[in-house]
Every structure is written in structure tokens, then in C-alpha cells.
């Protein structure tokens, strides 16, 4: 294994974040864009699976009730656009 010297510390430490973050930004961005429904939930599924394999005891009981009410708001906001949307 290569050891790491004081310059590849520094080149790591002043590399350009922002422009790393809009680089990752545009490739999700365009993944996303061309996923299958299938892809999108295999996806979201590992995801969950990453998560509970560090933290066993997620989501709590805050944490689902949290999910609850997010979900009951987004729905409650989805139907009033479907109402004024029928008129």
C-alpha cells in the first residue's frame, strides 16, 4: 500500500468541492433522468438495506411517525391539486 505524503494531503484538501458537488449533481441528475421504475426501487431498497445494516434499530418509532405525517401532507397537498386541477 502507498503511503500518503503531506503534498497528496494538501491536494486533497484544496481540491475544487464546489465544482466535485456540481459534477455529482449533473450524474444524478442524468441517471436518474434515463432509470426504469425497477432501477429507482432496486435502488431506494439498497438504500434502505445500506442504512439498517448501520443503524439496526432505524427507522424508530419518531422516525416512522415522521414518515407518516410527511406522507399524510403530501397527499393531502396532491388531492387539493387534483380538485382544482378537475374544474
Not at 54 to 75: K, L, N, Q, S
Amino acid at each position: 500500500m502507498t503511503r500518503m505524503t503531506r503534498e497528496d494531503l494538501v491536494r486533497f484538501a484544496t481540491r475544487d468541492w464546489a465544482a466535485i458537488e456540481d459534477e455529482k449533481t449533473a450524474y444524478w441528475i442524468d441517471r436518474k433522468r434515463r432509470m426504469s421504475p425497477a432501477e429507482v426501487l432496486s435502488l431506494g431498497d439498497d438504500l434502505r438495506r445500506h442504512a439498517s445494516a448501520i443503524r439496526p434499530d432505524w427507522p424508530g418509532e419518531a422516525d416512522r411517525a415522521a414518515d407518516h405525517a410527511t406522507h399524510e401532507r403530501v397527499t393531502g397537498a396532491l388531492r387539493a391539486v387534483a380538485r382544482t386541477s378537475a374544474r
